[in-house]
């Protein structure tokens, strides 16, 4: 089985100040790996994803994450956050090979931007 | 933003009645899935389904059942409803074509109060 483990359950940053959102994962197989956004009373979001390749993802509004095998790690970063940061996000796994193609989640880091 | 409508949007029920519901999406997607949204724990996975009528239980099962007759539609009903289950519920969707289509989209959350 898989499991994702979210570091930190609260970041606060000022803005443009850079961040770093950490997440760890576990399984007995290869994974994919994604980091989802999600805004105030609204669904989920995906921001970048890891299948294979280069181990630098780059995402939309600027984020970027960095896969690492050997710490089994997938953190998030943004070199200078806005205040329209400030959401929930997400770390997922994907088990390559299958079935279901299910996503299991991580509890979620909140991010919050201050002025 | 993909093609997906969860119903009712809110809904406050009593304990021990029966509750559906609805997830339907017009992107002809394989996959459908049901989670629940709680502080803390992130996204749980109630149930999927695969198909048209094949569908199996996720981490958080017990309580609940699917049922899924037409590609568009997903149905998750509270057997009978406890507090415990207050929570968001989000349907998500995917397609299934393969590792290029690992993305999840995501309806905008059903908020369910039981009392």
């Known amino acids: 089985a898989q499991s994702v483990t979210q570091l930190d359950s609260q970041v606060p940053v000022f803005e443009e100040a850079p961040v770093e959102l950490r997440c760890n994962y576990s399984?007995?197989?290869?994974?994919?790996l994604f980091w989802y956004v999600q805004y105030p009373n609204q669904g989920l979001q995906l921001l970048l994803k890891y299948l294979s390749g280069s181990t630098l993802v780059k995402g939309i509004n600027g984020f970027e994450a960095e896969f690492n095998k050997s710490q089994t790690s997938f953190h998030l970063r943004k070199p200078s956050v806005h205040i329209s940061d400030t959401a929930e996000y997400f770390c997922a796994v994907i088990a390559v090979n299958t079935g279901g193609f299910k996503t299991i989640f991580g509890a979620g880091t909140r991010l919050f931007v201050k002025a | 933003d993909a093609g997906i409508t969860q119903s009712p949007r809110h809904k406050v029920t009593e304990t021990g009645t029966p509750v559906t519901l609805r997830c339907h999406q017009t992107?002809?997607?394989?996959?459908m899935y049901w989670y629940r949204q709680d502080p803390g724990h992130g996204l749980r996975l109630i149930h999927y389904s695969y198909g048209v009528k094949d569908t199996d239980k996720g981490e958080v099962s017990d309580g609940y059942s699917v049922s899924r007759s037409k590609t568009e539609d997903f149905l998750l009903t509270l057997e009978s409803a406890t507090s415990s289950q207050t929570s968001v519920y989000f349907c998500?969707?995917?397609?299934?074509?393969?590792?290029?289509?690992?993305?999840?989209?995501f309806g905008q959350g059903t908020r369910l109060t039981v009392v």
């Open positions: 992107e002809n997607h394989r996959y």
């Open positions: 998500a969707i995917r397609g299934g074509g393969g590792s290029t289509d690992t993305e999840a989209f």
């Open positions: 399984s007995s197989v290869s994974v994919y």
